[in-house]
């Protein structure tokens, strides 16, 4: 019998027992659904040790290298530390230490950090205001760089939280940081592999981290970053994407226009139809996806149907709040 820790609770766990029927016979409140594990839905993490192989099948490589793994498939094989996916987040307070334009609507915020932040260039956290207000940004930057972290926020129309990071926030003031989150990121296996980066507007932001992370890790394979919107102006860090493009052969870069004036040098039309069209066969590629909720969803399928492999299809599903 071994003994499972959540928070301040301790629960035992028979022999013939998962995790899962551990947790469910003490009315732990778990997600869970098929309990084969097929959907997933019971997915925790075991934050300070090696889970069993067995309970990791089926999950992605980056979910692995956290500790993820599936409550249904788990007999524990000592003591575990289980964090449940809604336990309350721990915050980080953060200073500002830049604060400026990248485009007409797009802001660069830097957050710097007094102790170690530890992430992978690509994953998310929520930004939390003083009054409790909390949203979700991508990560821009690598932990190779510097103790801080750099987002891209882009204004919405009558978004409480972006027009107060544009509007009020000032260098030299404190914020909230979570604990990084999501399973989009660079890992330094299969260094020949074919990747394809594809974002929309400050979709830009993860994948940049994951394309500075795959350069500096001396990735071998080629690197495609395809950058859309329908605007020029609403496209940035084209300079300095064209230049790494020069730096390293294995790497190339298509900033993409959907609207009517295209400049030379642009793809025309929506990213993820120039993408696809350039690259028709992606068997034994990886893929990461952010931007628009259906250009990720369709690219999902797409880049399958022409080879990629699921386990292969990275994307972190949160949506920028209307408000």
Request: with cysteine; hydrophobic share 35%.
């Amino acid at each position: 019998m071994y003994k499972l820790t959540i928070e301040e609770n301790t629960y035992s766990c028979q022999p013939d027992e998962t995790v899962l029927d551990a947790l469910l016979r003490e009315n732990v409140n778990i997600s869970y659904a098929c309990k084969k594990g097929t959907c997933h839905s019971c997915m925790v993490r075991s934050p300070d040790i090696l889970p069993p192989q067995a309970a990791q099948a089926g999950l992605k490589n980056t979910l692995k290298k956290h500790n993820h793994f599936l409550a249904c498939l788990c007999h524990p094989e000592q003591d575990m530390v289980i964090k449940l996916p809604d336990q309350s987040e721990f915050y980080t307070q953060g200073t500002v230490v830049a604060n400026e334009m990248l485009n007409r609507n797009t802001l660069l915020l830097i957050i710097a950090f007094k102790d170690a932040f530890e992430f992978n260039a690509g994953q998310f956290v929520n930004l939390q205001r003083p009054d409790g207000l909390t949203r979700s940004y991508s990560i821009a930057n690598t932990p190779q760089e510097s103790n801080t972290l750099e987002f891209h926020i882009r204004r919405l129309a009558n978004g409480r939280f972006s027009e107060w990071l544009h509007d009020e926030l000032k260098v030299g003031d404190t914020v909230a940081v979570s604990e990084p989150r999501g399973h989009c990121f660079y890992l330094p296996e299969r260094s020949d592999q074919g990747i394809l980066l594809v974002g929309t507007g400050t979709g830009l932001a993860p994948l940049a981290g994951i394309l500075t992370d795959a350069l500096a890790h001396g990735h071998s394979g080629p690197i495609y970053l395809f950058h859309g919107s329908r605007e020029v102006e609403d496209l940035y860090r084209i300079d300095e994407m064209r230049q790494l493009s020069r730096q390293h052969e294995n790497f190339h870069y298509v900033p993409c226009v959907s609207g009517h004036h295209v400049p030379e040098g642009f793809g025309h039309g929506r990213v993820n139809e120039v993408a696809l069209s350039s690259l028709t066969d992606l068997k034994g590629w990886r893929v990461f996806l952010c931007g628009h909720p259906e250009m990720v969803n369709q690219m999902k399928k797409m880049t399958f149907l022409k080879g990629a492999a699921s386990a292969d299809i990275y994307a972190d599903a949160f949506l920028a709040s209307p408000s």
